[in-house]
């Protein structure tokens, strides 16, 4: 069975940092492409930093330069280095991987996510 758990969300400053974690269990970790994703209430969950399976990277506009995804194979873990937090950042976190760097359908059930909290 194919497990996602998120976890390093907490509140902060505006201007402050989090590190994200995504720990992935019950697939070849290596073979996959991953993404973070936000959800805000109302919206659907956006994409917003992406890695391929050789750790090629891309961003959402108003992330680049602020976020960096990387990932350890070792450790079958997805992380997400959020720097210069703003309140829009303010959401639910998810990893999952897509079946395609446009597509909006995941290959996996989506775990508890983690939640972000930007205070201006």
């Known amino acids: 069975q194919v497990q996602l758990v998120e976890s390093g969300g907490d509140l902060v400053q505006a201007g402050g940092s989090l590190r994200l974690s995504c720990v992935v269990s019950g697939i070849d970790f290596r073979e996959y492409d991953f993404g973070w994703y936000r959800q805000t209430p109302g919206k659907s969950r956006e994409l917003v930093a992406y890695i391929t399976r050789v750790s090629v990277t891309t961003y959402a506009d108003s992330e680049k330069g602020r976020f960096t995804i990387s990932r350890d194979n070792a450790k079958n873990t997805v992380y997400l280095q959020m720097d210069k937090l703003k309140s829009d950042d303010t959401g639910v976190y998810y990893c999952?991987?897509?079946?395609?760097?446009?597509?909006?359908?995941?290959?996996?059930?989506w775990g508890p996510g983690t939640q972000v909290m930007v205070s201006s």
């Open positions: 999952n991987a897509p079946w395609s760097s446009s597509s909006t359908t995941m290959l996996f059930d």
